[in-house]
């Protein structure tokens, strides 16, 4: 089967989200400036935020760093390996309500953790910026705020200002996990990995090791929002087996 036999049996949901992805990412990189404003406007801000809108919950997950091809090529890879299997599982509807909310549940997750520590980060890294041990530099902002000290109220918002995040990876791990779950037998490999490793063992394995990269703060990339995704995901995976309606055919159980 060659590759345009192979496009065409890609179930409508899975390949017309690819083609809304690819297009938008083509637009950011042809039209730089454009994309620099629909990621501003787009991308998912901090609630906080003056840029935010709440549209960007659902907006966020169609943009993709236009720097970089890995982002955009192992979300869209991923899509198409698990999202089209899962589309025929589960049929058109339901793996498009699926997709939205896991989508969706990243976004409120990566939220929620910016809420937490939004303002840690901020101390921390005024902290080193000025000699000071954190605790100091605590207290000095929370007088500072107090105060209403236009400086560090300025400082604040443009910290809050530049929490932004994009891509669709929370809904990508959530497809992982439901795979794992309606297959959680079915042999996968890894690159690196010489041998296959049962799909539940991996996905288990990936939301330990985002976890880990969370907690240490591992660079940009938003780690619990795709643990939200999965989260969220499992909520509705767990409703859909309670109710006899989860799926999955009689292979690799």
């Avoid at 899509?79 to 976004?107: N, T």
């Avoid at 000095?140 to 560090?152: D, R, S």
Wanted: hydrophobic share 55%; glycine share 10%; net charge positive.
């Amino acid at each position: 089967m060659n590759f345009g036999q192979q496009w065409r049996a890609v179930p409508p949901v899975t390949k017309n989200l690819i083609i809304i992805n690819v297009a938008i990412w083509l637009v950011e990189i042809l039209i730089p400036r454009f994309g620099s404003t629909l990621i501003d406007k787009l991308g998912l801000h901090f609630w906080e935020s003056a840029a935010f809108n709440p549209a960007q919950i659902l907006t966020y997950m169609f943009l993709h760093d236009s720097h970089s091809v890995l982002h955009i090529l192992f979300n869209m890879f991923t899509l198409w390996m698990f999202g089209r299997i899962l589309e025929q599982v589960w049929g058109s509807k339901r793996f498009f309500l699926f997709y939205m909310v896991c989508g969706l549940g990243a976004a409120f997750i990566q939220e929620f953790v910016w809420m937490l520590t939004a303002k840690h980060e901020y101390i921390s890294e005024i902290a080193k910026l000025n000699g000071l041990t954190y605790d100091h530099m605590e207290a000095v902002v929370n007088e500072a705020v107090a105060a209403n000290n236009p400086n560090f109220l300025a400082g604040i918002a443009a910290m809050k200002g530049s929490l932004v995040t994009i891509g669709a990876s929370g809904a990508i791990f959530g497809l992982l996990l439901g795979f794992a779950m309606i297959f959680p037998n079915m042999p996968m490999y890894l690159f690196f990995i010489p041998v296959p490793i049962k799909a539940k063992y991996m996905v288990i394995g990936y939301a330990v090791l985002e976890f880990f990269l969370g907690v240490s703060g591992g660079g940009t990339i938003a780690h619990f929002a795709h643990l939200g995704g999965m989260l969220f995901g499992l909520v509705l995976l767990l409703y859909w087996k309670k109710k006899g309606t989860l799926g999955g055919g009689n292979f690799y159980y």
